[in-house]
């Protein structure tokens, strides 16, 4: 009956023993003699392992002597502890992580298997941004992040080896005239200021994308001071006016902290006349591509001027990329598909001489290059001739790339859909 199983359920507790990492060797040996009935141990094993001799216990370190000297390194970031969607685990194991990679790539060809390939692309005679994605560790997880940054990514962080060669290929290449730095969070990079003192040591514009809350994080609070006086531009995600629409990208309280980040921002100068540059980035909600990017900006500017007192220099409008997690969220929506077909529907042709890929290197954090940071999320390297992945340890220059075919593939239809979108924003100023 019920109760009798309830009566033997608190007596198997009651027998059950709690193994402890401080208990004697003797007292292990005796909780595993207790678990053998419940746990189905053969005789032998047991022998095997009650047989064995106890390791010499380790002497207790000694306890450092105290000082009163005050530490001179900066405390790490306090990270945000954003509770995890489906498609946000954690990092998992390679064999787990390739399959359901393998799986996801196998829905997204079936739901699109009817559409056009991408028109055929080369790179421009020139190219002047390098992109450098840092890093995939932030304090926010974002439905629409198309790298599926998180706290967790702790260990896809550029080290100090490849920030250098970074630099040096920044130095040797005279037609690169500004280093564009994005992660996950690129402020939480170990070597992220002294990336930026040396790009402008060299003469060369520095782009920081920034998500603003990570100011503050603990043992950033220096930051807006430093980007102010390394004359830093900071193009901020904000992708909406409203609390609502906010936070229900980013996380709760997401748009107060944003809010508070502006203000600190405009105090330090920004986006005040003379001061260093400060755009937005707004991004839709979902499914739909982005109005136009003047009417939007007129509508930010209005909005948050008369709210907030805020001031910026401009808006970026960026289509959400069919990638990552929001393609997870459209495929769970059953809605993939449609947003497909309309990225399509609205090619225009406009668009292509202004692309992104074609006059910026993208390098992510260990050193592999690709042709923008789409490409970077979705593994698609750019290759050499025996069709190994590049890195930034093969080139010399950025010109031995200057007109090579670029890797496409259907998520490129997002920058060229209506105005376009890259990350400085709009492509065309037609109509939509």
């Known amino acids: 009956t019920r109760r009798n199983k309830k009566k033997q359920e608190e007596t198997r507790r009651k027998n059950c023993t709690t193994l402890h990492l401080s208990d004697t060797h003797e007292d292990l040996m005796i909780a595993i003699r207790r678990l053998v009935p419940q746990c189905g141990i053969a005789a032998s094993h047991l022998r095997s392992i009650t047989s064995a001799t106890p390791a010499a216990t380790p002497a207790a370190p000694q306890p450092a002597p105290q000082t009163t000297t005050q530490p001179t390194t900066r405390p790490k970031p306090r990270l945000r502890e954003t509770p995890l969607r489906h498609s946000e685990d954690p990092q998992v194991g390679n064999a787990r992580?390739?399959?359901?990679?393998?799986?996801?790539?196998?829905?997204f060809r079936a739901a699109t298997a009817h559409l056009p390939r991408f028109p055929a692309l080369s790179r421009a005679s020139e190219c002047n941004i390098l992109q450098v994605n840092i890093g995939k560790l932030c304090n926010l997880v974002c439905r629409h992040c198309h790298v599926e940054s998180s706290p967790s990514k702790r260990r896809e962080n550029m080290n100090r080896l490849t920030v250098d060669r970074c630099l040096e290929l920044l130095r040797d290449s005279p037609t690169l005239h500004t280093l564009?730095?994005?992660?996950g969070a690129p402020e939480l990079n170990p070597h992220f200021r002294y990336m930026v003192e040396e790009a402008r040591k060299l003469g060369r514009e520095v782009i920081d994308r920034c998500n603003l809350v990570v100011l503050y994080e603990r043992g950033l609070e220096d930051l807006p001071a430093f980007l102010a006086e390394q004359r830093v531009q900071v193009v901020a995600s904000l992708p909406c006016y409203s609390v609502e629409n906010t936070d229900r990208q980013r996380g709760r309280g997401v748009f107060k902290d944003s809010v508070s980040a502006l203000q600190l921002l405009n105090e330090h100068g920004y986006g005040r006349e003379g001061g260093?540059?400060?755009?937005?980035?707004?991004?839709?909600?979902?499914?739909?591509?982005p109005g136009p990017q003047q009417e939007l900006e007129a509508r930010y500017r209005q909005e948050l001027r008369e709210l907030f007192g805020i001031e910026f220099n401009r808006l970026f409008t960026i289509t959400n990329q069919p990638i990552k997690r929001f393609a997870d969220d459209l495929l769970h929506a059953g809605a993939y598909t449609a947003y497909m077909?309309?990225?399509?529907?609205?090619?225009?042709?406009?668009?292509?001489?202004?692309?992104?890929?074609?006059?910026?290197?993208?390098?992510?954090?260990?050193?592999?290059?690709?042709?923008?940071?789409?490409?970077?999320?979705?593994?698609?390297?750019?290759?050499?001739?025996?069709r190994q992945p590049l890195t930034v340890?093969?080139?010399?220059?950025?010109?031995?790339?200057d007109r090579r075919a670029i890797r496409t593939d259907l998520h490129c239809y997002a920058c060229t859909a209506g105005q376009g979108s890259s990350c400085g924003g709009a492509l065309s100023t037609e109509p939509m």
């Open 97 to 107: 992580e390739q399959e359901r990679r393998r799986l996801r790539m196998k829905q």
């Open 180 to 183: 564009d730095l994005t992660g």
């Open 276 to 289: 260093p540059e400060l755009h937005l980035v707004y991004n839709p909600g979902g499914a739909s591509l």
């Open 341 to 386: 077909e309309l990225l399509v529907k609205n090619y225009s042709e406009a668009t292509v001489p202004a692309l992104m890929c074609r006059n910026t290197l993208n390098v992510q954090w260990d050193g592999t290059l690709f042709d923008c940071d789409f490409n970077g999320a979705l593994e698609m390297p750019i290759r050499g001739a025996q």
């Open 393 to 401: 340890f093969d080139l010399a220059n950025v010109s031995e790339l």
